[in-house]
C-alpha cells in the first residue's frame, strides 16, 4: 500500500458478540448478526405519509478556519482491538419532494456546539448530471465533507450527518468528492445519472442516507479483518429517524452499529444512526435496541444492500464478518481511523480528490471569494429533469440470486 496505508492498524481485537436478530428463510441464519435461531421475518413497513421539512436549528461548523478535531493517527497503538460486546412503501408513488429553487435553511452544530444556520443552494437541473447542491454558512460557502467537524458533541460521541438522498427517494446523490467545495451531486454509470430501483417491499432508499464529515476510507490501507481497501469516499450513515430530511441537511446523530459491506472489493462501511432529536432517539443506544423499536429493520437494512444492485445484472453484494453487525464501541473505532484518515488527506501537497477547505492544517486553502467564485460558474437552477419513465416499477428477487 501507498504511504497513507502504511500506518495500518492492528487486528481490532476478538470478532463482536452476534447480533441476535433472527433471519429470513432465504438468508442463512448467521448473516445478520449469527442468530442461532431464524426468528424474524421481513414484513412490510407500515403505511405512513412523508412529513414536509420546515427550516430548523439543527446543528454545524463554526467560523473559518474551522479546526479539524482531534483523532488518533491510525497507527497500531491508536487503532487497536475494536473490540465489542454483540446488532414502507408509503406513499409509494409521491416519493418526489418538491423542490423550491430558492435557498432552503438547513440546520448544524461546530465541534464547540454553537448554533449555525446553512442554506442549501441548488445549482443546475435536478435529476441531470449537472445539477449540484452547494451550502452554504454564515462565512460563505463552505465543503461539507471538510469545512463541517466531524463531532458535534465529541464528550457525548454525537455526530455531524450530511444527508445526500431523503428517504423514499431514488435519485443516487453523493458530495462530489473530486471537486472544489464537495458538492452534493448525482452519481452516474456510463453517462446517465444513477437511480436505484425499488425491490419489493422497498421503495428508493429506505431511510435518509449521507455520509460523516471529516472522514475518509483510505483506498490505500487494507482493513485486516475485511481484508479489502477502502472505497475513497466519507464513511456512509443511514439514519434510521422518522422524519424525512432534505437533501444538504445537517443532522446531529448517535451511531449504534454498523455494517461491513464489501462492495466491488472494496470496504464499504455502513453505519447505522438516528439523528438525537428523534422523539425516539433515547431508546435507540444499540442494535437490540433498534430490534425492539423498529422491529425488522435491521433486516431490512442488510437485505437492502445486499440486493440494491441485482436489478442492474450484477450479483448480490458481500460482507464481512458473515454480515454481522458490529456495536457502537467498534463504530467509534472506525470512526476514529476513517477521520485520523481524513486529516492525512487534506495535508497532502497533491492529493487524487480535491481538498479545498477552510480547516486548520489543509494544504489546500479556501477563500471566501473564491468559493463564491466557484458557486457562481456552475449552471443556474432550473427545473427539474424528467425522472425515468420506470422509476416506479418493483423488482422481485429470486432465492437463485442470492
Not at 479483518?225 to 450513515?237: H, M, Q
Request: aromatic fraction near 8%; glycine fraction near 8%.
Amino acid at each position: 500500500s501507498g504511504p497513507m496505508g502504511a500506518a495500518c492498524c492492528a487486528s481490532r481485537g476478538a470478532a463482536t458478540a452476534p447480533y441476535d436478530g433472527g433471519s429470513l428463510e432465504r438468508f442463512p441464519p448467521g448473516h445478520v448478526g449469527g442468530g442461532a435461531e431464524p426468528a424474524l421475518r421481513l414484513d412490510p413497513a407500515p403505511q405512513g405519509k412523508r412529513r414536509e421539512r420546515t427550516a430548523s436549528d439543527t446543528p454545524a461548523p463554526a467560523a473559518a478556519p474551522v479546526a479539524a478535531t482531534t483523532a488518533p493517527d491510525p497507527t497500531p497503538a491508536a487503532a487497536a482491538a475494536r473490540s465489542s460486546s454483540a446488532t414502507s412503501p408509503p406513499d409509494a408513488f409521491a416519493y418526489q419532494q418538491k423542490r423550491a429553487l430558492s435557498n432552503a435553511v438547513v440546520s448544524g452544530m461546530s465541534g464547540d456546539s454553537a448554533m449555525v444556520k446553512y442554506e442549501t443552494e441548488e445549482r443546475g437541473s435536478l435529476y441531470s448530471l449537472d445539477y449540484r447542491c452547494y451550502i452554504k454558512g454564515p462565512q460563505g460557502y463552505v465543503s461539507p465533507w471538510h469545512d463541517i467537524p466531524l463531532y458535534a458533541d465529541e464528550a457525548a460521541k454525537v455526530f455531524n450527518m450530511i444527508v445526500e438522498i431523503p428517504r423514499w427517494s431514488n435519485a443516487k446523490m453523493e458530495m462530489a468528492t473530486k471537486e472544489p467545495l464537495s458538492p452534493i451531486k448525482q452519481d452516474e454509470k456510463k453517462g446517465v445519472p444513477r437511480f436505484v430501483h425499488n425491490i419489493f417491499p422497498h421503495h428508493g432508499y429506505i431511510w435518509n442516507y449521507g455520509a460523516l464529515p471529516q472522514t475518509w476510507e483510505n483506498n490505500e490501507h487494507t482493513d485486516p479483518e475485511t481484508g479489502a481497501k477502502g472505497d475513497n469516499d466519507p464513511i456512509d450513515v443511514v439514519e434510521i429517524g422518522s422524519t424525512v430530511h432534505k437533501r444538504g441537511a445537517v443532522l446531529q446523530v448517535k451511531v449504534v452499529g454498523c455494517l461491513a459491506l464489501i462492495d466491488d472489493g472494496e470496504t464499504d462501511w455502513k453505519l447505522v444512526a438516528i439523528d438525537v432529536t428523534d422523539p425516539l432517539a433515547k431508546d435507540i443506544n444499540s442494535m437490540d435496541d433498534v430490534e425492539k423499536v423498529f422491529p425488522g429493520l435491521a433486516r431490512a437494512t442488510y437485505e437492502w444492500f445486499k440486493t440494491y444492485k441485482i436489478p442492474t445484472g450484477k450479483p448480490a453484494n458481500e460482507f464481512a464478518f458473515n454480515g454481522q453487525y458490529k456495536d457502537q464501541a467498534f463504530c467509534y473505532k472506525v470512526i476514529e481511523e476513517t477521520h485520523a484518515f481524513w486529516k492525512k488527506l487534506i495535508a497532502e501537497p497533491a492529493p487524487e480528490l480535491n481538498t479545498l477547505s477552510r480547516v486548520d492544517g489543509a494544504a489546500h486553502v479556501a477563500t471566501a471569494d473564491a468559493a463564491a467564485a466557484i458557486v457562481a460558474a456552475a449552471p443556474a437552477a432550473a427545473a427539474d429533469s424528467a425522472l425515468p419513465g420506470d422509476l416506479g416499477k418493483w423488482h422481485f428477487i429470486s432465492d437463485s440470486k442470492l
